[in-house]
């Protein structure tokens, strides 16, 4: 099981970045996916995903109306667009994985993480 984060970077206040997920060894159908981010001094904090069984998407307050999470199957890839970045948007930003395997009970695995720098 892998996952690897893509697209993170450097980005003015009020800009745009994509950041992509790409996940082996599992289909995302079998999973719920999520992304979290932690800030030097902060707790950890869910951004957004797939925290529940009926699929809906979540997210947090503070990004709600400016991120959008999304997944394409056929790429086994999961993506989050982050507009009207603020500098408090920066952080470090990890996939994470609840993985339901054909035989046992489901697991977690994350990503190594993406840095996101808002900065002018």
């Known amino acids: 099981v892998q996952l690897v984060e893509s697209g993170g970077g450097l980005v003015q206040p009020g800009g745009s970045l994509r950041l992509s997920c790409a996940a082996s060894g599992f289909t995302l159908s079998s999973s719920r996916m999520r992304w979290h981010r932690k800030a030097p001094g902060k707790e950890r904090e869910l951004v957004a995903g797939?925290?529940?069984?009926?699929?809906?998407?979540v997210y947090s307050d503070s990004v709600k109306g400016r991120f959008t999470f999304s997944r394409d199957n056929a790429k086994n890839t999961v993506y989050l667009q982050m507009n009207s970045l603020k500098p408090e948007d920066t952080a470090v930003y990890y996939c994470?994985?609840?993985?339901?395997?054909?035989?046992?009970?489901?697991?977690?695995?994350w990503g190594q993480g993406t840095q996101v720098t808002v900065s002018s």
């Open positions: 797939i925290i529940r069984a009926d699929g809906s998407t």
């Open positions: 994470v994985a609840l993985i339901f395997p054909t035989w046992g009970g489901p697991y977690e695995h």
